[in-house]
């Protein structure tokens, strides 16, 4: 159950970018990236691979994926049973902090 | 019998009109004499300098209002109580009239007091939290949180720091996601630890999970942001724990305390926009939200910190419909906090929530800004409506320790917390602190759990 994903920034790369979200419904077996991408219409390039495909709803068959991809985003939002693009905002802590 | 303090308004003329020049000049220098047009009874203020008015009752002019230029000037004095009377009954005929009143009141005026919580400084203490929640009485009866897992979706806990404050804190490290690596337990002492303190006060003997989903990499944002994709991935692990058989749980109940938000609305989509989180309750982690509150979990948010008398400079001012998304969620409880005189903070947000989401935000108030985990140093509070979260947390979790959810689901739960909650008027919801202070050992009480 522990996960940590391998997000760690290095010195030189490009900071996150938070992406957006989209939904879509999939009976059966857990969903892959592959067959995820499959059904957005997108490469699977186009998802990002750490976040996965994460059930948000699993009597409904309901599936999150979180897409990099601006245009790939506008090619699955129109596809029947899929939803989106939604927002992935910044969040941040209702009190101080060190850093503030 | 004292003299009265009054501000008159006096025609122009060459004293008042050097004095009100010199004042403009930097220089202070109160009328050499007494203007002839000075009301009778008034012992004009020699050190009080002139100040040019535009003609009362009229549109201000502010060329009028020049020391140069205006025809009419305020001096200060003072008048015996008998005379004020009867400059006050001659100011109203005047009035009536529709002539100009001359003698006005100068009253002492003073810094309006700063809303609870506006100050930095604690007000109170653990111990004051402790009795304020009935803490002994319901240890006394076993209602201490042992079985009960409490998620702390924060930046991180360092458990050597609660062992320092007396603490002997229980966490599984098997259950975590963190989107910058790390380890369970051993963050830097911040704001995750003092969550998980807070949220120790009532449930000492709970297993606390470890999410330090606000680890971020954000660009833009500080060190202590995060995505909401991160908390979603967060609650998948989550879900993945409830979606097993009872027996097969790590835990008799699950409580998840979020102490975060959003701040502001330009951190979202634009208004209107479908994908947005704020007011959305298709969004994705407002799915899962009610995915895990229907699956057994007990959700707690923070109400924020964008109350009307001190919001949180990243509130740019927006202080009304401030609490969105999961935090206005109808499957979760929201929380607003207070002092321990159980005065609201000024900084907490008030409702109602966001349109869209649920009206009657927050749900519940709870203890806040008090000397607690001072884990940002000597002497400094557990503040924000952050505090008042895991405090309420750590209550429903000690009542979890003897009431699972199969006996009375999260939203049941929620609605006997606010029916034993004290109230601060004769109105069953206000937009302060919800449906009142949270009274756990009333609760605890009439469920029969003590």
């Not at chain 1, 077996?29 to 997108?42: D, E, H, M, Y």
């Not at chain 2, 609870?116 to 653990?126: E, K, L, R, Y």
């Not at chain 2, 609490?323 to 903070?345: F, L, Y």
Request: aromatic share 6%; charged share 20%; proline share 7%.
């Amino acid at each position: 159950m522990k996960r940590t994903a391998k997000r760690t920034r290095t010195a030189g790369t490009a900071p996150r970018k938070p992406g957006v979200l989209m939904t879509f419904e999939a009976k059966g077996t857990a969903p892959t990236i592959q067959s995820a991408a499959r059904k957005l219409g997108v490469a699977p390039t186009a998802l990002d691979a750490d976040f996965g495909v994460l059930a948000i709803d699993p009597d409904r068959g309901m599936f999150t994926v979180r897409v990099m991809d601006e245009a790939a985003v506008q090619r699955s939002a129109v596809r029947t049973g899929v939803g989106g693009p939604f927002s992935n905002p910044r969040i941040a802590p209702f009190g101080r902090t060190r850093s503030r | 019998m004292a003299d009265v303090r009054v501000l008159v308004v006096v025609d122009a003329e060459p004293t008042v009109r050097h004095s009100a020049m010199a004042l403009a000049a930097g220089r202070s220098a109160g009328p050499g004499k007494a203007p002839r047009t000075l009301p009778e009874g008034v012992k004009v203020d020699r050190k009080f300098s002139a100040v040019p008015i535009s003609r009362i009752g009229f549109s201000p002019q502010l060329a009028m209002a020049s020391a140069a230029k205006s025809r009419q000037f305020v001096v200060r004095g003072t008048m015996s109580e008998e005379a004020f009377k009867k400059a006050t009954a001659e100011s109203r005929q005047a009035e009536a009239a529709g002539r100009q009143a001359k003698v006005f009141a100068d009253p002492r005026i003073s810094t309006f007091p700063s809303a609870p919580g506006c100050t930095a400084g604690p007000v109170g203490s653990t111990p004051d939290v402790a009795q304020l929640l009935g803490v002994g009485a319901l240890a006394a009866k076993g209602l201490d949180g042992t079985g009960v897992a409490v998620a702390v979706m924060d930046t991180g806990i360092n458990l050597a720091h609660l062992r320092s404050k007396g603490l002997k804190p229980v966490l599984d490290a098997k259950v975590t996601w963190s989107p910058a690596g790390g380890k369970p337990g051993k963050y830097p002492t911040d704001h995750g630890t003092m969550c998980a303190y807070d949220a120790l006060i009532a449930a000492p003997k709970a297993t606390l999970y470890d999410f330090p989903i606000l680890l971020s990499t954000t660009p833009g944002g500080s060190s202590m942001d995060g995505f909401l994709s991160d908390a979603l991935q967060a609650y998948g692990v989550l879900l993945a724990l409830l979606q097993k058989p009872a027996a097969k749980r790590p835990f008799s109940s699950l409580v998840i305390s979020n102490s975060w938000g959003m701040y502001h609305p330009s951190w979202d989509f634009p208004k209107g926009h479908p994908g947005r989180y704020a007011d959305n309750p298709n969004h994705p982690f407002n799915v899962i939200v009610a995915t895990l509150a229907r699956s057994g979990a007990d959700i707690l948010f923070a109400a924020g910190n964008c109350g009307a008398e001190c919001p949180d400079g990243r509130c740019e001012g927006v202080v009304k419909q401030s609490i969105t998304g999961a935090n206005a969620h109808p499957d979760v409880i929201t929380v607003a906090g207070t002092t321990v005189k159980r005065q609201r903070v000024g900084y907490s947000s008030q409702g109602p929530g966001i349109k869209g989401m649920a009206h009657a935000k927050p749900d519940l108030a709870a203890y806040t800004h008090f000397l607690g985990s001072e884990a940002f140093g000597a002497n400094t509070e557990d503040g924000g409506t952050s505090t008042a979260c895991p405090v309420l947390a750590g209550a429903v979790a000690a009542l979890r320790t003897k009431l699972p959810e199969a006996k009375l689901a999260p939203r049941d739960l929620s609605r006997e917390l606010r029916a034993d909650a004290r109230r601060s008027g004769t109105a069953s919801w206000n937009r302060n602190t919800g449906y009142g202070i949270v009274e756990p050992l009333a609760t605890a009480k009439r469920l029969g759990l003590v």
